[in-house]
Protein backbone atom coordinates (compact mmCIF):
# COMPACT_ATOMS: atom_id res chain seq x y z
CA UNK A 1 0.00 0.00 0.00
CA UNK A 2 1.38 3.32 -1.03
CA UNK A 3 2.38 5.58 2.06
CA UNK A 4 1.40 9.00 2.19
CA UNK A 5 1.62 11.43 5.03
CA UNK A 6 -1.83 10.35 6.67
CA UNK A 7 0.02 6.59 7.14
CA UNK A 8 3.71 6.72 7.62
CA UNK A 9 5.71 9.75 9.08
CA UNK A 10 8.12 11.86 7.53
CA UNK A 11 11.68 11.29 8.68
CA UNK A 12 13.33 14.05 10.29
CA UNK A 13 17.49 13.30 10.20
CA UNK A 14 19.51 15.38 12.13
CA UNK A 15 23.76 14.62 10.91
CA UNK A 16 26.84 15.26 13.79
CA UNK A 17 27.08 18.08 16.20
CA UNK A 18 23.72 19.05 15.90
CA UNK A 19 22.27 17.58 19.06
CA UNK A 20 24.38 20.78 20.43
CA UNK A 21 22.53 22.72 18.94
CA UNK A 22 21.18 25.72 21.19
CA UNK A 23 25.36 25.24 22.82
CA UNK A 24 27.44 25.25 19.61
CA UNK A 25 28.27 28.10 18.03
CA UNK A 26 24.89 30.19 19.20
CA UNK A 27 25.98 33.13 16.85
CA UNK A 28 25.96 30.83 13.75
CA UNK A 29 23.33 28.60 14.97
CA UNK A 30 21.28 30.12 17.24
CA UNK A 31 19.69 29.57 20.67
CA UNK A 32 17.31 26.73 19.89
CA UNK A 33 17.84 23.15 20.98
CA UNK A 34 17.20 19.99 18.64
CA UNK A 35 14.06 19.36 21.43
CA UNK A 36 12.83 22.65 19.78
CA UNK A 37 13.35 22.09 16.65
CA UNK A 38 11.86 18.81 16.94
CA UNK A 39 8.49 20.07 18.26
CA UNK A 40 8.67 22.80 15.68
CA UNK A 41 8.54 20.07 12.82
CA UNK A 42 5.75 17.83 15.04
CA UNK A 43 3.61 21.31 14.93
CA UNK A 44 4.14 21.68 11.65
CA UNK A 45 3.43 18.41 10.63
CA UNK A 46 0.55 18.00 12.54
CA UNK A 47 -0.87 21.09 10.31
CA UNK A 48 -0.52 19.14 7.18
CA UNK A 49 -2.08 15.69 8.60
CA UNK A 50 1.45 14.29 9.28
CA UNK A 51 3.54 13.13 11.90
CA UNK A 52 7.44 13.24 12.42
CA UNK A 53 10.25 11.15 13.09
CA UNK A 54 12.90 12.80 14.49
CA UNK A 55 16.28 11.33 14.69
CA UNK A 56 20.06 12.36 15.33
CA UNK A 57 23.62 10.53 15.21
CA UNK A 58 27.22 11.55 15.14
CA UNK A 59 27.82 8.18 13.30
CA UNK A 60 27.28 7.81 9.32
CA UNK A 61 26.63 4.36 9.08
CA UNK A 62 23.54 5.23 11.47
CA UNK A 63 21.87 7.79 9.19
CA UNK A 64 22.66 5.21 6.57
CA UNK A 65 20.72 3.11 8.03
CA UNK A 66 17.96 4.91 9.03
CA UNK A 67 17.83 6.46 5.59
CA UNK A 68 17.70 2.70 4.44
CA UNK A 69 14.66 1.98 6.68
CA UNK A 70 13.08 5.56 5.43
CA UNK A 71 12.74 3.94 2.42
CA UNK A 72 10.39 1.24 3.78
CA UNK A 73 8.41 2.97 6.35
CA UNK A 74 8.19 6.76 5.88
CA UNK A 75 6.45 9.25 3.41
CA UNK A 76 9.36 11.57 3.27
CA UNK A 77 12.96 12.72 4.11
CA UNK A 78 13.91 15.91 5.52
CA UNK A 79 17.84 15.96 6.43
CA UNK A 80 20.26 18.11 7.79
CA UNK A 81 23.37 16.19 7.65
CA UNK A 82 25.53 18.79 9.00
CA UNK A 83 29.63 18.27 7.91
CA UNK A 84 28.83 15.16 6.11
CA UNK A 85 26.91 17.04 3.46
CA UNK A 86 30.70 17.93 1.88
CA UNK A 87 32.24 14.98 2.76
CA UNK A 88 29.90 11.79 2.32
CA UNK A 89 29.09 10.29 -0.93
CA UNK A 90 27.85 7.63 1.24
CA UNK A 91 24.76 9.15 2.11
CA UNK A 92 24.02 10.70 -1.10
CA UNK A 93 24.33 6.89 -2.62
CA UNK A 94 21.85 5.89 0.57
CA UNK A 95 19.46 8.39 -0.52
CA UNK A 96 19.44 7.29 -4.35
CA UNK A 97 18.31 4.24 -3.16
CA UNK A 98 15.41 6.14 -2.01
CA UNK A 99 13.10 6.40 -5.58
CA UNK A 100 10.25 8.23 -5.32
CA UNK A 101 10.65 9.22 -2.02
CA UNK A 102 10.83 13.30 -1.52
CA UNK A 103 13.80 14.48 0.20
CA UNK A 104 14.74 17.73 1.27
CA UNK A 105 18.05 18.99 2.54
CA UNK A 106 18.43 21.78 5.24
CA UNK A 107 20.95 23.18 6.81
CA UNK A 108 20.70 26.09 9.56
CA UNK A 109 23.13 28.45 8.37
CA UNK A 110 23.79 29.78 4.86
CA UNK A 111 26.66 27.52 3.56
CA UNK A 112 27.16 29.69 0.61
CA UNK A 113 28.81 32.78 2.86
CA UNK A 114 30.59 30.36 4.78
CA UNK A 115 34.27 28.68 4.27
CA UNK A 116 34.55 27.52 0.42
CA UNK A 117 34.59 23.96 1.04
CA UNK A 118 30.65 24.29 2.78
CA UNK A 119 29.62 25.54 -0.80
CA UNK A 120 29.30 21.94 -1.80
CA UNK A 121 26.69 19.12 -1.37
CA UNK A 122 26.58 15.92 -2.09
CA UNK A 123 22.88 15.21 -0.77
CA UNK A 124 22.08 18.31 -3.18
CA UNK A 125 22.61 15.78 -6.39
CA UNK A 126 19.43 14.07 -4.23
CA UNK A 127 17.18 16.30 -2.93
CA UNK A 128 14.21 17.93 -4.01
CA UNK A 129 14.67 20.90 -2.24
CA UNK A 130 17.57 22.72 -0.50
CA UNK A 131 16.75 24.70 2.25
CA UNK A 132 19.94 27.09 3.42
CA UNK A 133 20.59 30.07 6.03
CA UNK A 134 16.87 30.64 7.43
CA UNK A 135 17.98 29.68 10.94
CA UNK A 136 15.82 26.46 12.47
CA UNK A 137 12.56 28.12 10.55
CA UNK A 138 13.68 25.96 7.65
CA UNK A 139 13.22 22.63 9.54
CA UNK A 140 9.64 23.61 9.04
CA UNK A 141 10.00 24.97 5.32
CA UNK A 142 10.96 21.64 4.65
CA UNK A 143 8.42 19.56 6.78
CA UNK A 144 5.93 21.33 4.78
CA UNK A 145 7.57 20.91 1.11
CA UNK A 146 7.89 17.03 2.23
CA UNK A 147 4.08 16.89 2.54
CA UNK A 148 3.34 18.99 -0.45
CA UNK A 149 5.71 16.60 -2.94
CA UNK A 150 4.17 13.46 -1.38
CA UNK A 151 1.00 13.57 -2.94
CA UNK A 152 2.14 15.69 -5.85
CA UNK A 153 4.71 12.97 -6.93
CA UNK A 154 2.45 9.88 -5.36
CA UNK A 155 5.34 8.82 -3.51
CA UNK A 156 5.82 5.01 -2.38
CA UNK A 157 9.15 3.34 -0.65
CA UNK A 158 10.00 1.33 -2.46
CA UNK A 159 9.52 -2.60 -2.36
CA UNK A 160 12.18 -4.55 -0.65
Known amino acids: MPHTVATAPIMVLNGP ?3 LLGQREPAVYGTATLADVEAMCAE ?9 DCRQSN ?3 R ?5 HEARLNHCGIVINPGAYTHT ?9 ACDGLPVVEVHISNIHRREAFR ?3 YVSRRA ?4 AG ?3 QGYAFAVQRVAALVPATGSTPAAG
Not at 44 to 52: D, F, K, L, Y
Not at 63 to 67: A, E, K, Q, S
Not at 128 to 131: A, N, R, S, T, Y
Request: glycine share 8%; aromatic share 2%.
Open 44 to 52: VAAAHQATV
Open 119 to 121: HHS
Open 17 to 19: NLN
Open 59 to 61: HEG
Open 134 to 136: CGV
Open 88 to 96: SVALLDALN
Open 128 to 131: DGVI
Open 63 to 67: LIDWI
